[in-house]
């Protein structure tokens, strides 16, 4: 009877591993919504990502293509379709790609997943029962493993370039049991598949949208600052307490290119401005030691770390910056925390201010 009905509804028909969102999404709507506004889903589409594949191209030749997609577009490497004729090749980090995963090895020098499209979709559920296709329960749903095969990456020159992963492995969250699920696609209120093909099963999904360093939730839940302030010789002492409670892998974490940002302020009420900074990030630089700045020579040129002041798992730092402000003059001090993505975005989207904490000091 509820065969009739999908039919009827013309929701099942036609389904040709690897298929794309919109169909899963058919009868997983909650789950689609929230996916559609991830960077998954943005991955491939976005005007950043093909702008840097444009310029990896023009500087690294043809074969760069394959290595960007590898990530950004996995279902168009595994198909074969580096063309993109394929609606389900641009559609990034998508359903079907991630639904088909049997497994991660992690026995190479990268972790490798072992795809197989069909129409058996594999997911973290013991005791699912579809109607809709077959399903097949794989444990790799529960674990870091999945996110390590892209999330985890050393270049041709055996660079750790995005090491998530291993910053998570020996975060206190990884030791507590924590994978990447638990923080990024925690459970909330919405149906598994469309109540109108199925009964539901508690109301209850994994968020898709997987918030990150875009979210300024998850921004605000990660940095943990407090404020005080001094008189010591003539001049005003500003200590800050910043501690990386949140994010189970250094902040930032990923692309070299982003960067966290403290910035103190002092205000005189005599008109004196007075100005830190503290900068939280990784510096790359290629064989011959030149910094790379782009997103596309960041991923595939590094050779050597020039600096890196990123706050580990867990970590707190005490930053303490002083100002010739004598004691009895009023002043306003200000912590202001930003967020910096990448120089190649549009400028109203490479940065975010999160969190300002402000005191009156005499
Ligand atoms: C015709 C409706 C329909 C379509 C289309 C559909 N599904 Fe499903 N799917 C279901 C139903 C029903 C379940 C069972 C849910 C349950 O057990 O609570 C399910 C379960 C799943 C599960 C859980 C499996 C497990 O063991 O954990 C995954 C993963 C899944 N679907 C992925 C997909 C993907 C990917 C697509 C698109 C390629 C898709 N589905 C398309 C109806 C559908
Ligand atoms: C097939 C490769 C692939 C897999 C598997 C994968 N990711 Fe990603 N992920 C990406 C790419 C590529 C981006 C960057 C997309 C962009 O911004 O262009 C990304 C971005 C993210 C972001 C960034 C959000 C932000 O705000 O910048 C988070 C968080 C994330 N992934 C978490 C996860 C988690 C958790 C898993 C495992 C459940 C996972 N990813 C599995 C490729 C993958
Ligand atoms: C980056 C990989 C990734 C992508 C892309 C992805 N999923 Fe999932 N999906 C997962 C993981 C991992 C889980 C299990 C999370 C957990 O149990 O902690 C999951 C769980 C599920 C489940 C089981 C129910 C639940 O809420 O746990 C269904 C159904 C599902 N996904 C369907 C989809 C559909 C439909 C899409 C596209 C709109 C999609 N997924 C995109 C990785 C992915
Ligand atoms: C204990 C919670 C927690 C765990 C576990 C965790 N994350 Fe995160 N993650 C966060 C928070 C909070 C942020 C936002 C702060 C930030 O962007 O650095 C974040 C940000 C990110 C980003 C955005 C990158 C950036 O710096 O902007 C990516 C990508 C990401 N996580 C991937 C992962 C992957 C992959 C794993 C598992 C290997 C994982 N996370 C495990 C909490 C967690
Ligand atoms: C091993 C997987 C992998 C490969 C290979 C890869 N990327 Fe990425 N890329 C990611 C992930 C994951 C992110 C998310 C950023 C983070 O972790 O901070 C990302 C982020 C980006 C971003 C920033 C997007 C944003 O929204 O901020 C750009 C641009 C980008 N990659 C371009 C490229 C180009 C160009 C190539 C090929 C030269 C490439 N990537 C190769 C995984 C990969």
């Known amino acids: 009877m509820l065969l009739c009905l999908l039919l009827g509804l013309g929701l099942a028909g036609g389904m040709e591993p690897p298929e794309t969102a919109e169909v899963c999404g058919r009868c997983h709507r909650a789950i689609h ?3 559609r506004s991830s960077a998954h889903a943005q991955a491939m589409e976005s005007r950043l990502f093909q702008d840097a594949l444009e310029m990896a191209e023009t500087d690294l030749g043809p074969g760069a293509r394959r290595t960007c997609l590898a990530c950004h577009a ?18 990034g980090v998508t359903c079907d790609y991630c639904h088909s995963i049997q497994d991660v090895s992690m026995d190479g020098a990268n ?42 990456y050393k270049n041709a020159l055996g660079f750790p370039v ?7 492995k020996k975060s206190r969250a990884a030791s507590e049991g924590k994978q990447c699920q638990s923080c990024h696609m925690y459970q909330v209120a919405g149906n598994v598949v469309d109540p109108r093909i199925q009964r539901s099963r508690g109301a209850q999904v994994n968020l898709h949208q997987m918030p990150g ?14 404020l005080s302030m001094a008189h010591e010789g003539g001049q005003l002492r500003v200590t800050v307490e910043v501690a990386n409670r949140a994010a189970g892998h ?23 401005h007075f100005r830190g900074e503290r900068v939280y990030r990784r ?6 030691g030149m910094e790379l700045k782009s997103e596309h020579l960041a991923m595939v040129k590094p050779a050597k770390v020039i600096s890196d002041t990123r706050l580990a798992a867990d970590e707190k730092r005490t930053e303490v910056f002083t100002f010739p402000v004598p004691a009895g003059v009023q002043t306003q001090v200000k912590a202001t925390f930003w967020y910096y993505y990448s120089p190649t975005a549009p400028e109203s ?3 975010v201010t999160f969190l300002t904490i402000q005191r009156l000091v005499k």
């Open 33 to 35: 919504d929230a996916w």
């Open 74 to 91: 996995p279902v168009a490497v595994r198909i074969g379709d580096l063309s993109l004729r394929r609606k389900v090749s641009w559609e």
């Open 111 to 152: 972790p490798v997943a072992k795809v197989q499209f069909s129409l058996v979709k594999s997911g973290p559920l013991k005791d699912s029962n579809s109607n809709g296709h077959a399903t097949a329960y794989s444990e790799v749903f529960t674990s870091s493993l999945i996110c390590a095969s892209c999330h985890e």
């Open 162 to 168: 995005l090491s998530t992963y291993s910053e998570w």
């Open 213 to 226: 360093g875009h979210s300024i939730e998850q921004l605000n839940k990660t940095i943990g600052a407090t």
């Open 250 to 272: 250094s902040v930032p974490t990923g692309s070299a290119l982003r960067q966290l940002i403290l910035d103190v302020t002092a205000d005189s009420y005599d008109g004196q």
């Open 283 to 288: 510096v790359v630089a290629d064989q011959q």
């Open 349 to 351: 989207q490479q940065r």
